[in-house]
């Protein structure tokens, strides 16, 4: 369900769905759908004329090295970019595609690079973190004071029995212990897997046991909308009946007061364990191949993968990545308001910034009733210089109006970006005039957990932007548009979205499954003169200036506010509800999150559906998965489309969920007596 015709009926409904036409506002009179999108942009003189890349004739000579000889330039990046305890040899082996191997014979640590090589002269005292929780209780870290706690945690890991190669799991809320934590973890070399702290306690198991974890951290709870929201007992119920036997010890972080059961022999409390410890403990040199987290990520078939990424390349990708599209002065406030188990917290929250011995600020809240200005105010309260959030949210912000950040002081402001899906250009529009007062450029970034970091992203100082559109690939990254045999797309063609040279931030494997990461993403697409192709899953295209306008996924993955859901994953969890024959989960087009869940359901014999039941199967896969995967909406009904051979037609589906006429052949059908009922 991938092929061509797929992918030109996706953009034509993304086009005429997600992006427009426009409702005529008298904000937005003058927007135009994103097909017709003729605005642009140019990099702010001053902003320019400071930049590290300060032109597009720079960046253009920069891409241009870096495709002609590209082992001279990442490694001349990596040289310079990152501290070696010892030297690599070679720059890239790609004698096994699709397995690369960067940096061989070298070492490194990335907390070393975050933190200890901050620590002399003046950056020493300069602010590492920021941290406000939900209540307004703000904490700082200088650089030397982070170093000193990621030491302690890293010296408790130890205690704990965690050495080289373990994997240590994360579940917890937005507080500075989980960067301490993850950073403690990359400078003992144990891998951590960051788990999303709203995922349940089933996903939760899932995720322990396939990566065999031998510790968890995690903390009592956090604070959300107001109210404490608990994670131990999530863990507790994850590892319960010996469930995961992998895991020998559960660190746990005192941060709501919430009553909390402690397992003796294997829970500690964070406070008891750690502070105890000496704040000095050497980083690790680890090989630049060596594992250096795991981040479980929706993909169109199974469970959720394990995305492996390594230490050397890992490091040098986010730091680049970070230091090329926010231009990132020594003065520069920068926040991201990601979550840390995502992986634009690991990349934009803490290594990146760090590892450019940046500010970074972390918030543990969200914008609430009792506060829908808390984003503004703390752009306000900390001076905030980079702004970087998901369309999700700038949507979510037009929807309440322009009076509430009207009443903050955002002038410190001077550049914004979003991650996570497509932005619309009213959403662009209104961020760029609202929130950046005009005078800020948008960065909008393209890029995956497989990926590392960013991929395609204006440079603040020299790519014109034009509303809608992730603009250029960065430098050393060979990015294209191309059909199911690999060949290249004209301008404005749509087609798959791929790389066609290995970077070093990219995923090396999944974790446990060689095969399935040779599968998902290197043999959809195999051209014919036998090279490999990175195919990222996203439809988009490139208009006539080379710019790339990504659309959204073309596969079974849904992007919902800004949260990457498998619908084979949503499915699983209702067919496991007793009353659950057969289940079919589609996106649809949705003003605020990018994408709703639309789910249909065919009932065991005997059952039938009511409110009641509905509600069931709702909160079902909020078990099993986590709310972000409730569905919107949950359709009953005595069959589902299917072909002769058995499978489910998901683009009538989506047609259906979308309200729209069920076009193309519909011949393949087996029953259309199906269409008929559904429709009705
Ligand atoms: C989507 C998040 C359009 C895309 C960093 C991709 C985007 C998926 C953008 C990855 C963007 C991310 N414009 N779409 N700027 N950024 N996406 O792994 O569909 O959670 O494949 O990584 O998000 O989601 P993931």
């Known amino acids: 369900d991938t092929g061509r015709g797929t992918v030109d009926r996706l953009l ?22 994103v097909l017709q999108e003729q605005r642009v942009f140019q990099p702010p003189a001053e902003m320019a004329a400071a930049a590290r890349i300060g032109s597009l004739e720079s960046y253009r000579a920069m891409a241009a090295a870096a495709t002609k000889d590209p082992d001279g330039f990442w490694g001349e990046a990596a040289r310079r970019e990152l501290h070696w305890f010892e030297p690599f040899h070679t720059v890239l082996d790609w004698s096994e595609p699709p397995f690369a191997r960067w940096f061989e014979g070298g070492t490194t640590n990335l907390s070393y690079n975050c933190l200890d090589r901050h620590l002399e002269g003046a950056k020493a005292e300069k602010t590492a973190l920021i941290w406000e929780g939900e209540p307004g209780d703000v904490r700082r870290f200088s650089y030397r004071e982070l170093h000193a706690e990621v030491c302690k945690a890293a010296n408790a890991l130890k205690a704990m029995g965690i050495g080289k190669g373990d994997l240590v799991a994360l579940y917890m809320p937005m507080i500075p212990e989980a960067a301490i934590a993850m950073l403690a973890c990359a ?71 919430q009553p909390v059961e402690m397992v003796a022999g294997r829970d500690q409390w964070w406070h008891d364990l750690v502070d105890a410890q000496g704040s000095d403990c050497p980083a690790e040199p680890m090989a630049s191949e060596d594992r250096l987290f795991v981040l479980y990520t929706s993909g169109s078939t199974g469970k959720p993968k394990g995305v492996v990424h390594t230490t050397a390349g890992y490091n040098l990708w986010a730091h680049l ?10 003065n520069d406030v920068y926040w991201c308001t990601a979550d840390v188990g995502w992986i634009t917290g690991h990349s934009y929250i803490v290594y990146g910034p760090l590892s450019n011995g940046a500010t970074t600020v972390m918030y543990e809240g969200a914008p609430r009733p009792s506060k829908p200005g808390a984003f503004w105010e703390l752009i306000q309260k900390h001076g905030i210089t980079i702004f970087y959030t998901a369309p999700t949210a700038i949507r979510a912000f037009m929807k309440s109006g322009r009076q509430v950040p009207d009443q903050f002081d955002m002038s410190s402001l001077r550049l914004l970006g979003t991650v996570g899906e497509p932005i619309n250009p009213e959403a662009w529009m209104w961020y760029r005039d609202v929130i950046g007062g005009n005078r800020c450029p948008i960065v909008d970034t393209w890029w995956q957990t497989e990926t590392g970091g960013v991929m395609i992203s204006p440079l603040p100082g020299a790519t014109p932007t034009k509303p809608g559109s992730a603009t250029l690939p960065l430098p050393g990254i060979q990015a294209d548009i191309v059909d199911g045999e690999g060949n ?6 749509g087609g798959y979205l791929a790389v066609r ?36 899953g996203d439809g988009a295209r490139r208009d006539a200036d080379g710019y790339f306008w990504v659309m959204g996924r073309v596969d079974d993955v849904i992007n919902v506010s800004g949260h990457r859901l498998g619908t084979m994953e949503i499915e699983s969890a209702l067919v496991s509800h007793p009353a659950v024959a057969e289940a079919a989960v589609v996106g649809r087009p949705d003003d605020l999150k990018g994408e709703g869940i639309v789910a249909f359901v065919t009932l065991e014999s005997g059952r039938e559906s009511s409110d009641d039941l509905i509600k069931q199967l709702r909160a079902h896969v909020g078990t099993e998965i986590g709310p972000i995967a409730r569905p919107d909406e949950i359709r009953c009904s005595d069959a589902l489309p299917k072909t002769r051979s058995g499978k489910i037609m998901r683009r009538i589906l989506r047609a259906l969920a979308a309200g729209q006429e069920v076009s193309g052949d519909t011949s393949t059908l087996e029953d259309r007596s199906v269409l008929d009922r559904l429709r009705a």
């Open 488 to 493: 290249s797309c004209g301008p404005d063609e």
């Open 187 to 257: 400078r003992i070399g144990a891998p951590h897997s960051v788990v999303f702290g709203g995922f349940s306690a089933e996903a939760l198991r899932d995720r322990l046991k396939d990566g065999e974890a031998k510790a968890v951290i995690t903390a009592d709870g956090g604070f959300r909308k107001d109210k404490p929201v608990s994670l131990k007992p999530a863990v507790d119920a994850a590892l319960a009946e010996g469930a995961c036997p992998s895991v020998t010890g559960v660190l746990v972080v005192q941060r709501t007061k």
């Open 501 to 536: 040279a290995p970077w070093p931030g990219m995923m090396r494997t999944v974790h446990g499954n060689p095969q399935r990461f040779r599968e998902s993403y290197w043999e959809h697409i195999r051209p014919a003169d036998g090279s490999y192709l990175y195919f990222a």
């Open 12 to 33: 034509r409904t993304l086009a005429t769905t997600v992006f427009g036409p426009p409702a005529v506002t008298e904000s937005n009179t003058s927007i135009e759908s």
């Open 321 to 330: 990545t970070f230091q090329w599209i926010f231009d990132i002065r020594d």
